[in-house]
């Protein structure tokens, strides 16, 4: 049996993209971290840090993304779903109040 190839994420980066990842590299952030935030392979950083790819773009100043460690996915849905719990209970809330506030009128 042959094995296959995992299909690619289809994530390309920009030149505005390589400026940030210049400017993030310059701070100081950490390659994985980097890859991490576009959602790229380490080795797309690597190639923009040595220059391979986007060699003529120049890093970004300003405008830079947050320093990582950035969330993992489950830690992004374990938040969103907290979120969701929260937005439940707030609409609950909201109709609970409605509900005393029409019976005290």
Not at 96 to 104: E, V, Y
């Amino acid at each position: 049996m042959m094995s296959r190839r995992a299909k690619t994420s289809g994530v390309r980066l920009t030149e505005y993209d390589a400026a940030l990842v210049k400017g993030m590299l310059a701070r100081g952030d950490r390659q994985h971290d980097i890859a991490a935030w576009f959602g790229v392979n380490g080795g797309r950083i690597a190639e923009i840090a040595t220059g391979a790819t986007f060699g003529w773009v120049h890093r970004a100043e300003e405008g830079l993304p947050p320093p990582g460690p950035y969330p993992t996915g489950k830690q992004a849905a374990e938040a969103q779903a907290a979120l969701d719990n929260a937005l439940n209970a707030l609409a609950l809330a909201k109709i609970k109040i409605g509900a005393i506030t029409r019976a005290t009128s």
